[in-house]
């Protein structure tokens, strides 16, 4: 069986960057997992990415409110 050849993926959200082969590039999501190429590539270490994603992304926290709330109309 022939070695086969690995690359490096990174994750639009987190920035992590992971080497895969291709079969299990293959089964990765391409909307969350981009292929990226270079010769001084290095896989990032689980410590460093970040390891919480929202699915809103980078939405304000509950509390962090843009909008006060309205006032009744004065008589």
């Known amino acids: 069986m022939a070695a086969s050849k690995s690359m490096f993926v990174r994750h639009v959200h987190t920035g992590e960057i992971r080497g895969v082969t291709p079969?299990?590039?293959?089964?990765q999501d391409k909307n969350y997992w981009v292929r990226i190429t270079g010769d001084d590539v290095t896989a990032t270490a689980p410590e460093t990415a970040e390891t919480t994603v929202t699915p809103e992304g980078d939405a304000p926290d509950a509390g962090d409110k843009t909008a006060s709330k309205a006032t009744p109309p004065k008589k």
């Open 23 to 27: 079969e299990q590039r293959a089964e």
